[in-house]
């Protein structure tokens, strides 16, 4: 599924959340779910899976993805 706007990032809680985002995959095998967002790729590591399935299910994405996982999970900036 692929999301289309873009808007802005800002820091909460030296975890990155977002406005809106690009698209989202998930990696089953290593629980890595990538996010595109702002013109940046993060990854968020250790997402169990009905994680990444509440957010692909939730009307909200945005509000599940920046209380849900950028609060939880560790990420890194992918170049």
Not at 31 to 55: A, C, Q
């Amino acid at each position: 599924m692929c999301l289309n706007q873009i808007n802005k990032s800002i820091r909460r809680d030296n975890k990155m959340a977002i406005e809106s985002f690009e698209f989202v995959s998930y990696n089953v095998v290593s629980k890595t779910l990538r996010v595109k967002f702002d013109e940046k790729v993060r990854d968020y590591l250790n997402v169990p899976s009905h994680i990444y399935s509440g957010l692909m299910l939730n009307n909200h994405k945005k509000d599940f993805f920046n209380e849900v996982i950028a609060t939880r999970f560790e990420s890194k900036a992918i170049a």
